[in-house]
């Protein structure tokens, strides 16, 4: 694995699109708050978990709005 994929980055890049399954735990935006605080306090220790974090804001908001129309 190259540096920008350490374990330790994946890890953390997995965390952000699971930390989203808080909002089954009774968190009220769980399923948006999980992943901005991870992506939030690791995107500059990790070029791959600034990227992941982008994309699972990105799905979480659109599955969002899509549940709102």
Not at 12 to 27: D, V
Not at 47 to 61: W, Y
Request: aromatic fraction near 14%; charged fraction near 15%.
């Amino acid at each position: 694995m190259t540096d920008t994929r350490s374990k330790r980055a994946c890890w953390w890049a997995m965390l952000c699109h699971l930390s989203a399954l808080s909002a089954y735990l009774g968190i009220p935006f769980g399923h948006i708050l999980g992943p901005l605080i991870v992506w939030y306090v690791k995107r500059s220790e990790f070029p791959f978990v600034d990227d992941q974090g982008k994309e699972s804001l990105n799905f979480q908001i659109t599955m969002l709005l899509a549940a709102i129309v």
